[in-house]
């Protein structure tokens, strides 16, 4: 059976080829074809040296020659070409010491993680499967190549990129690389904050947030987080079921997975995994104004709108459908009407600023401060209160100012 590779990927096999190297597609893009769905990239591996890939091309750049990797551009986009290479000790549980090139495609093949990212194709050769990962692929099981305990020893991130696999592809993890698997969690704690915030985000953002039960059962999270691996144990199904209900959008992921912490907690541990700092105030924003519950009054959502943001409040509101609060819809609809209406919101919409009041003989800015807040106040509370004259009077009584 024939499969349809991307013109670009097959152009470099065509090219090595032609220049009598060996090239395959090879990893995710071909257990991603053999599924039936589309490969988000297209990873190519070759008997060539990387100077002899660079010597073939017109365009390309070193991505990681040190380890046989170097970028080949063509007009469609660019590709990954990778030597053969057998890999020496991770002595740091992530990356190889040393890089050995080899001509022999079954010993590149063996370095892998798991069968199903470990089989080779070419149009013309069909695969080249050593290790039985089509038959896994068909059976939805996640196996470790060879001996699942060396390969995660080896390199400590494929632990938690099976549980993220189990995620994205519905698929179970094999019982002895399970096993392999829950004796070695404690070397997550090797990998960098980086690379562990970037496979959990693909996995709550994965269709199959059940999943997530196989962090705490594996013991991943307890040494990536006690305190989420404790919330994960008790609440595991609960925060499935949310995730599931929710948009798939990062900042409501993470706000949904990490609530049962509180928003102290988990700022704490977004710092921890080195989050940005727009969606770690997102996220936290989110958590902590869920005991504030949700104000249907005109007055609650103009007050809350204001407190978040905007972007902010429609992630609450989103949240808050997700874990059931039915209120949040009648809210969308009050926001809609003060939309609708143009009504005063924030201080940008208020009919008298700061310099108005200054030239009304208020010059100390704390003060100005206070009184605009208050003005603010009661333009939300009535909008046919933001009108200037009122507001001005308003003012006056306030400070008792003689006109």
């Not at 989050?275 to 103009?302: L, Q, R």
Request: with cysteine; net charge neutral; hydrophobic share 35%.
């Amino acid at each position: 059976m024939g499969f349809e590779i991307d013109k670009g990927a097959e152009k470099i096999l065509e090219t090595l080829n032609g220049k009598g190297y060996e090239a395959y597609i090879v990893g995710g893009c071909v257990r991603d074809m053999i599924m039936g769905r589309k490969p988000g990239d297209w990873d190519i591996t070759t008997s060539a040296r990387p100077e002899e890939t660079k010597k073939c091309f017109k365009r390309t750049f070193d991505t990681g020659i040190k380890h046989g990797t170097i970028t080949v551009l063509l007009e469609g986009g660019s590709y990954e070409v990778t030597t053969y290479r057998i890999e020496g000790e991770y002595t740091d549980c992530r990356h190889p010491d040393e890089v050995v090139f080899t001509r022999d495609i079954h010993e590149d093949l063996l370095r892998r993680d798991f069968t199903m990212n470990a089989i080779a194709y070419h149009p013309r050769e069909g695969f080249i499967d050593p290790f039985g990962g089509r038959d896994d692929i068909e059976k939805k099981t996640i196996r470790g190549v060879g001996f699942p305990d060396e390969r995660f020893r080896e390199d400590a991130l494929r632990m938690l990129r099976a549980v993220r696999f189990a995620a994205q592809l519905g698929f179970s993890v094999e019982e002895e690389t399970w096993k392999a698997l829950k004796n070695r969690a404690e070397l997550i704690k090797k990998v960098s904050a980086e690379r562990i915030r970037e496979e959990l985000q693909k996995l709550i953002m994965s269709g199959r947030p059940e999943k997530l039960s196989l962090l705490a059962e594996s013991g991943l999270m307890g040494y990536i987080w006690p305190s989420l691996a404790d919330a994960l144990e008790k609440y595991s199904a609960e925060t499935a079921g949310e995730l599931a209900a929710s948009e798939a959008v990062p900042a409501l992921r993470w706000a949904l997975f990490l609530r049962r912490l509180g928003a102290a907690e988990a700022q704490s541990l977004m710092k921890g995994l080195k989050f940005d700092t727009k969606t770690m105030k997102s996220v936290c924003a989110v958590i902590a104004e869920e005991k504030n519950g949700v104000d249907v009054s005109p007055y609650g959502v103009k007050k809350t709108l204001n407190r978040l943001g905007d972007e902010n409040y429609g992630l609450f509101l989103k949240y808050s459908l997700a874990i059931g609060d039915k209120r949040a819809g009648e809210a969308e609809k009050v926001l809609e009407e003060i939309r609708k209406k143009g009504e005063c919101v924030g201080l940008k919409d208020l009919a008298l600023n700061g310099t108005d009041i200054g030239k009304m003989g208020v010059k100390d800015g704390r003060l100005i401060g206070e009184i605009l807040s208050a003005l603010l106040d009661e333009a939300q509370k009535d909008n046919e209160n933001n009108k200037r004259e009122i507001l001005e009077d308003i003012v006056r009584k306030k400070l008792t100012l003689k006109e």
